[in-house]
């Protein structure tokens, strides 16, 4: 029996089901995105088309149909169905009942990324898709890249939300040293109605692994800053500087400093497994191809650090999912993003609203 999703996701809302890359050559993506089983593809036309992976006949998995046009056909008894959904053909039936089909989602392809809409179709308004500029602006260069998680989506936001874990649990990648955790603090934690901003800065520190792999001068020391943004229902903005140290990037001086924007998007697969979409895009040495692949290697590595700590951590929620946990200070912009989901959900299923914590 399928358990009850009520309260868990929030569904009117845009989430990432793929990178374009992964359509291409007339793949049919199966993909569960919140506990739904979802095939998508590229029609001939190049409409991508997202429909759910069952047919609505004896149950099969439409990823294992073939793609006619833009229409795929289930190889079970050859019904063929449209971008809609709509069935068009029952092979030796000639009347095809209306109202026969499939559900199909609202899909919009845009900078590389597939968007999908799970909840109410009338309510998906393209305009709401919100638009990373790196990702079509040719100052960045990066990589797609996903991995995927035994864990809840909200443990990889958690995670995201707090820079003070970078010195612990990625010391020899991507935060560089343990001091991290100690000199730093959150500046200006801005709670937003759709998430949070906070920014944090690291004076006259050494380069972290990652950036000294792709530099010439890995001893100069630098004034770090990282600026998060993190938005319902799950996706997270991070603008890395890299400033010679003492040049006064924190008053404005950005000449001499290397940048990064890394974009992520969380989208859960079910309760307890997590999608997970990132491209971290670099504005130097744009001519040098090496850099996005060594920048998307770094990532991955960090990632795997953080993956270690958060499956672990949802194995133990699994067995016992009542344990009460205790925030502190630094906790302050995932408890507001905890909350701010919390309230929307709330509000799409017409529930009473949380009060703020
Ligand atoms: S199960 Fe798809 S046509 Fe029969
Ligand atoms: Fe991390």
């Not at 073939?66 to 092979?91: L, V």
Request: some cysteine; proline content about 6%; glycine content about 8%.
């Amino acid at each position: 029996m399928v358990e009850s999703d009520e309260g868990i996701f929030l569904k009117n809302c845009w989430y990432v089901a793929a990178w374009d890359h992964e359509l291409i050559d007339g793949a049919k993506l199966a993909r569960t995105i919140l506990e739904t089983p979802v095939v998508l593809y590229q029609g001939e036309s190049g409409q991508v088309v997202a429909l759910i992976d069952r047919c609505c006949h004896r149950g099969a998995p439409l990823s294992m149909g073939r793609i006619e046009g833009d229409c795929i056909r289930c190889m079970y008894h050859g019904m063929k169905f449209e971008p809609s959904g709509k069935c068009i053909q029952i092979p030796g039936q000639d009347m095809i009942p209306p109202k026969l089909g499939v559900r199909s989602f609202p899909v919009v392809a845009r900078d590389h990324l597939v968007w999908i809409w799970m909840g109410d179709a009338a309510k998906a308004d393209p305009a709401l898709i919100i638009d990373y500029e790196p990702l079509h602006d040719p100052a960045w260069k990066g990589m797609p890249a996903y991995m995927h998680y035994d864990a809840n989506w909200l443990l990889i936001v958690d995670n995201l939300s707090d820079f003070a874990h970078l010195a612990f649990v990625h010391t020899k990648t991507l935060g560089g040293s343990e001091e991290y955790a100690y000199q730093t603090k959150p500046l200006n934690i801005e709670r937003l109605d759709n998430g949070f901003r906070v920014e944090r800065w690291h004076m006259n520190s050494d380069s972290p692994p990652f950036h000294k792999k792709v530099i010439a001068d890995k001893t100069t020391k630098v004034d770090r800053r990282n600026i998060g943004h993190m938005h319902v229902p799950g996706i997270f903005f991070l603008e890395s500087m890299f400033a010679p140290a003492g040049t006064g990037a924190e008053k404005g001086n950005t000449g001499g400093t290397r940048q990064y924007r890394n974009c992520q998007f969380m989208t859960p697969e079910t309760r307890r497994t997590t999608h997970f979409f990132w491209n971290y895009l670099h504005n130097f040495d744009l001519d040098d191809p090496n850099i996005a692949l060594s920048l998307c290697n770094s990532l991955r590595e960090g990632f795997m650090e953080d993956k270690a700590i958060i499956e672990a951590q949802q194995k133990l929620f699994d067995r016992d999912p009542d344990t009460k946990l205790l925030a502190i200070a630094a906790d302050a912009p995932l408890s507001h993003f905890r909350w701010t989901l919390k309230q929307k959900i709330a509000e799409e299923r017409g529930a009473a609203v949380p009060v703020a914590a």
